[in-house]
């Protein structure tokens, strides 16, 4: 696709285009997003921004004032609540629990702006239930608040179908829809996208403007092409198999070698998180001993998340990733990892 671009560039690499992105690749992501995630917008409701963190910065910039409550996840990804308290945002970390955020707890204060994993919360891997995602909509309408949905791996459900996205389900306009090409394509194309309300679009394509002008013409109209083809779904289904395969072969694994296992996460994603059992050691330790032994295994702080409580249990929680992974280095590291810790 890059090599047939370059043949018919014109002044695509010597001029400016449009901030928000490359027509085409805006109207193949709002196809996309209709059947995948029950997301229905028009192309100029969407900025195509450098991946998710990109996505952070520019819906930051519209909507976080300083001393304003932002409402994070607690356990939550940290390259997100950075982001926000950057830029002068309160923290207001809300516990997760096996139905994801709980919305009880949401402040009663108007304005604030929220960053929720619906589908696949990062970095414990619940989903949110559809009665929980409900009342957080609510909450934002009551409170004039806004949601940053971070859908970032939700192309990959291996259980069932998955439930329509927060996004799919705001019917007055609260919620702002940030997705990527970094998991599925890989990160190092730099290209993701934020899904902005309507009341929003035209200040979003300006800050866009003011940030850096839009993104590489050329990675848009690959990307773009790989889409309209055709290619990008047959792609998604054909990787979406090969995860299913090495994240059964990884409980498979964890169930010969330790027994029935506390497993969250496991519906969908490319990692899953195992509540280490008593007796043994914390995760920050089994992290330690897996990497001596040569296996990659993650405590919560490795993982990028951020705990705001020492009390919640985090410690005794280890991510595991699988999608890099054959299924026969899988089984190896869960093996080599059993033996290290009965060391």
């Known amino acids: 696709h890059i090599k047939?671009?370059?043949?018919?560039?014109?002044?695509?690499?010597?001029?400016?285009?449009?901030?928000?992105?490359?027509?085409?690749?805006r109207r193949a992501i709002a196809k996309h997003l209709a059947p995948a995630r029950g997301v229905v917008a028009d192309p100029?409701?969407?900025?195509?921004?450098?991946?998710?963190?990109?996505?952070?910065?520019?819906v930051g910039r519209l909507l976080v004032k300083p001393g304003c409550a932002a409402v994070v996840e607690s356990p939550c990804y940290q390259g997100a609540a950075f982001v926000l308290e950057s830029l002068g945002a309160t923290l207001?970390?809300?516990?997760?629990?096996?139905?994801?955020?709980?919305?009880?707890?949401?402040?009663?204060t108007t304005g604030a702006v929220a960053y929720v994993t619906p589908s696949h919360q990062y970095p414990i891997g619940v989903t949110m239930s559809l009665q929980r995602r409900l009342e957080l909509l609510a909450w934002a309408t009551q409170y004039d608040a806004y949601v940053m949905e971070d859908d970032y791996d939700s192309d990959f459900r291996f259980i069932g179908s998955p439930l329509t996205a927060l996004k799919g389900l705001d019917r007055n306009e609260r919620v702002i829809y940030l997705g990527?090409?970094?998991?599925?394509?890989?990160?190092?194309?730099?290209?993701?996208?934020?899904?902005?309300?309507?009341?929003?679009?035209?200040?979003?394509?300006?800050?866009?403007m003011l940030m850096n002008n839009g993104q590489s013409w050329l990675?848009?109209?690959?990307?773009a092409d790989f889409m309209t083809s055709g290619e990008f779904g047959r792609h998604l289904r054909r990787i979406r198999q090969l995860y299913r395969d090495r994240r059964d072969a990884l409980l498979n694994a964890l169930k010969n070698h330790f027994g029935d296992c506390e497993?969250?996460?496991?519906?969908?994603?490319?990692?899953?998180?195992?509540?280490?059992?008593?007796?043994?050691?914390?995760?920050?330790?089994?992290?330690?001993r897996g990497l001596a032994a040569g296996v990659g295994v993650c405590s919560l702080a490795t993982g990028s998340a951020l705990r705001f409580d020492e009390n919640d249990g985090g410690d005794r929680l280890l991510m595991l990733g699988f999608v890099a992974l054959t299924e026969k280095e899988i089984e190896n590291g869960v093996a080599r990892l059993a033996q290290a810790l009965k060391a």
């Open 219 to 223: 990675e848009q109209a690959a990307m």
């Open 44 to 58: 100029d409701q969407i900025v195509i921004v450098g991946g998710c963190q990109d996505g952070f910065n520019l």
């Open 180 to 208: 990527t090409f970094s998991k599925c394509m890989g990160p190092g194309l730099r290209l993701g996208y934020v899904v902005l309300p309507r009341r929003l679009a035209e200040a979003g394509r300006r800050m866009k």
């Open 4 to 25: 047939n671009r370059l043949k018919s560039v014109g002044t695509n690499l010597t001029s400016y285009s449009d901030p928000a992105g490359l027509l085409e690749l």
């Open 263 to 288: 497993i969250y996460g496991d519906q969908a994603g490319m990692h899953l998180v195992w509540r280490l059992p008593d007796g043994f050691p914390d995760a920050a330790e089994v992290e330690r």
């Open 92 to 108: 207001h970390p809300v516990p997760v629990d096996q139905d994801g955020l709980d919305v009880s707890l949401l402040p009663k």
